[in-house]
T-cell receptor, first 111, second 110 residues
Framework: KAGVTQTPRYLIKTRGQQVTLSCSPISGHRSVSWYQQTPGQGLQFLFEYFSETQRNKGNFPGRFSGRQFSNSRSEMNVSTLELGDSALYLC??????????FGSGTRLTVV | AQRVTQPEKLLSVFKGAPVELKCNYSYSGSPELFWYVQYSRQRLQLLLRHISRESIKGFTADLNKGETSFHLKKPFAQEEDSAMYYCALSGMNRDDKIIFGKGTRLHILP
């Protein structure tokens, strides 16, 4: 089975721009979660999607949004980028009754 | 509120010595606890979960509901154990999200 695939691996954006990150879960996994990882805050939960519906949401501003498609692939979008949004964004897919399998992440740098 | 606390940011242990990475949690129901590990330049991966009661790479963790702890232990540290370790918590309901602690960097000294 292929693992969780995230694209792109690296991204540099300017303040005020918007960005879209993509995640393809393991085949058969219907749950996809997104996390923001920074040295200071660690892993912070953004949101989780299951069967195209947002099931859980973390404490992030409305600039952070996501969606899931019928093939379980997911995208997250960040609008009006701020310097503080620079982070590693991790996607994870989950099999029922098991823990997460993580992707390698997308490293976003906002300049 | 759900919370996972890993009190140590960094833990240095000599090779061959015992390792204990602390994890305390706060949860109102019956939680499911996990340990994840991230080796240098590798992706985050599941190490073990309390439900399976497995021993992976010599690591074990016991859920202590009285002390609300899920400490990770290994009797004899190896150099390849150097990594970032995250404790995580979820509810038993499969709809529950997983919350992570801030992580402990384990450094094994030769």
């Amino acid at each position: 089975k292929a693992g969780v695939t995230q694209t792109p691996r690296y991204l540099i954006k300017t303040r005020g721009q918007q960005v879209t990150l993509s995640c393809s879960p393991i085949s058969g996994h219907r749950s996809v979660s997104w996390y923001q990882q920074t040295p200071g805050q660690g892993l912070q939960f953004l949101f989780e999607y299951f069967s195209e519906t947002q099931r859980n949401k973390g404490n992030f501003p409305g600039r952070f949004s996501g969606r899931q498609f019928s093939n379980s692939r997911s995208e997250m979008n960040v609008s009006t980028l701020e310097l503080g949004d620079s982070a590693l964004y991790l996607c994870a897919s989950r099999e029922m009754d098991y823990g997460y399998t993580f992707g390698s992440g997308t490293r976003l740098t906002v300049v | 509120a759900q919370r996972v606390t890993q009190p140590e940011k960094l833990l240095s242990v000599f090779k061959g010595a015992p390792v204990e990475l602390k994890c305390n949690y706060s949860y109102s129901g019956s939680p499911e606890l996990f340990w994840y590990v991230q080796y240098s330049r590798q992706r985050l991966q599941l190490l073990l979960r309390h439900i399976s009661r497995e021993s992976i790479k010599g690591f074990t963790a016991d859920l202590n509901k009285g002390e609300t702890s899920f400490h990770l232990k290994k009797p004899f540290a190896q150099e390849e154990d150097s990594a970032m370790y995250y404790c995580a918590l979820s509810g038993m309901n499969r709809d529950d999200k997983i919350i992570f602690g801030k992580g402990t960097r384990l450094h094994i000294l030769p």
